[in-house]
T-cell receptor, first 111, second 114 residues
């Protein structure tokens, strides 16, 4: 059983559409990170959120951290083919040096 | 940020043989992590490698199958021993800059066992 439940597992959308990926847990995290991974590469950090209720924007990407620091979402506005990839959420807990990864969401944006 | 060089990037190996994967970091780090990932899926932590002590293995992974070396603060190796087709996967090394900070990853080693 994974500590972080990530959904959906797959998303296929048309260019210009919006999408949201969710990451949920029953555990509290000191911070939550979102990574994107492209084929043949390692995951690359997109953002870290640390404060409950925090919202961060990175161009067309919006990240939210839940008030209770148990969940997070990634929203992409007007998706482009370059947004295609595997998106992973990862949580850090104050009593554990290891990151807990979600199952990942494979996003495909069709031109 | 840390830059990680991992090699080989891919290999096809015969069952029963062993493969050693190298991970070189451009700065000194306390902990290095080794993950396994099926294509398109999440990361499973194999072990944490600390310099000067034995690696700490996660449940389901043992030292005899995945021996790890950590001779200094910038380098580590993971060996996949006595390989079987079930070991076919992507293996990633990772470092972070401290407790609960951003993780940096190598580009991964795609292993196929035939």
């Amino acid at each position: 059983t994974q500590l972080l439940e990530q959904s959906p597992q797959f998303l296929s959308i048309q260019e210009g559409e919006n999408l949201t990926v969710y990451c949920n847990s029953s555990s509290v995290f000191s911070s939550l990170q979102w990574y994107r991974q492209e084929p043949g590469e390692g995951p690359v950090l997109l953002v870290t959120v640390v404060t409950g209720g925090e919202v961060k924007k990175l161009k067309r990407l919006t990240f939210q951290f839940g008030d209770a620091r148990k969940d997070s979402s990634l929203h992409i506005t007007a998706a482009q083919p370059g947004d295609t990839g595997l998106y992973l959420c990862a949580g850090a807990r104050s009593n554990d040096y290891k990151l807990s990864f979600g199952a990942g969401t494979t996003v495909t944006v069709r031109a | 940020s840390a830059v990680i060089s991992q090699k080989p990037s891919r290999d096809i190996c015969q069952r029963g043989t062993s493969l050693t994967i190298q991970c070189q970091v451009d700065s000194q780090v306390t902990m290095m992590f080794w993950y396994r990932q099926q294509p398109g899926q999440s990361l499973t932590l194999i072990a944490t490698a600390n310099q000067g002590s034995e690696a700490t293995y996660e449940s389901g992974f043992v030292i005899d199958k995945f021996p790890i070396s950590r001779p200094n603060l910038t380098f580590s190796t993971l060996t996949v021993s006595n390989m079987s087709p079930e070991d076919s996967s992507i293996y990633l090394c990772s470092v972070d800059e401290g407790w609960n900070t951003e993780a940096f990853f190598g580009q991964g080693t795609r292993l196929t066992v035939v």
